[in-house]
């Protein structure tokens, strides 16, 4: 069999099996796409990313996170839309970390190499990733850890996968592109979309209601307002 492809797009085919022994025909028609910028018109990149052939994994399959998943699944009701970006602070640039003496964890519904680089940056050491989304044992498991009672946290959520914890934290908090669902449920509600710097905005506004936030910006900003020293041999 020979596949014409007729587009700009990369295409493909192979053959799939079901448990009750049908054969499948599965074609792929895979297109990578440049984000377009106010008024402009979406068009295809230049370069095209090719086929996944096969499952890849950032170690050990089975024992670690998946970087890229095979493109030719035996039954698909509708397109895959996958959207390569980054999260950004207002400033355009990050505030990698400032003391504050609040310790924070990241809970997420899904399993992510990028995550796991992100936090240790961070210096974040309790980091929960779900394939599944069921958050609230991992929660659980990390407020038992520490000592502390679910009516002493805070969390922000978006989705229903968030639900959960936000029915039992004692601060929840939506943020801007939260689901009404979600929004109904908290007493925070944040201007800033997730990934748009929603985190930012609740530690601003967290301190701020402690009295803290003077003493952190101004620490913060004094340590590098200081020309390090270095040493000649």
Excluded at 13 to 23: K, Q, T, V
Excluded at 108 to 132: F, H, K, N, Y
Excluded at 199 to 218: D, I, M, N, S, T
Aim: hydrophobic letters at 45%; aromatic letters at 6%; glycine letters at 10%.
């Amino acid at each position: 069999m020979e596949l014409i492809n007729a587009t700009r797009m990369v295409a493909g085919y192979n053959m799939g099996l079901e448990p009750s022994g049908r054969e499948l025909l599965v074609v792929v028609v895979k297109g990578t796409f440049v984000l377009p910028k106010a008024g402009e018109q979406v068009r295809l990149a230049d370069e095209q990313l090719p086929l996944i052939m096969a499952d890849t994994f950032t170690g050990d399959p089975g024992f670690s996170a998946p970087m890229h998943e095979i493109d030719f699944a035996p039954r698909k009701r509708a397109c895959d839309v996958l959207l390569v970006g980054s999260a950004h602070a207002p400033t355009g640039k990050q505030v990698a970390r400032m003391r504050a003496g609040i310790r924070v964890g990241i809970l997420t519904g899904r399993v992510s190499e990028s995550v796991r680089l992100r936090a240790r940056e961070l210096g974040v050491d309790d980091l929960a990733q779900d394939p599944d989304g069921y958050k609230l044992g991992a929660f659980r498991a990390l407020i038992d850890k520490h000592g502390i009672d679910p009516r002493e946290c805070a969390f922000v959520g978006d989705d229903f996968p968030d639900l959960a914890l936000l029915r039992i934290v004692g601060l929840p908090v939506a943020v801007g592109n939260a689901v009404p669902e979600i929004i109904r449920e908290c007493r925070v509600h944040l201007d800033a979309a997730g990934g748009s710097g929603a985190v930012r905005e609740f530690c601003e506004l967290l301190l701020k209601a402690r009295g803290e936030w003077e003493a952190a910006w101004q620490g913060y900003v004094a340590e590098r307002s200081e020309v390090p020293q270095t040493t000649r041999s």
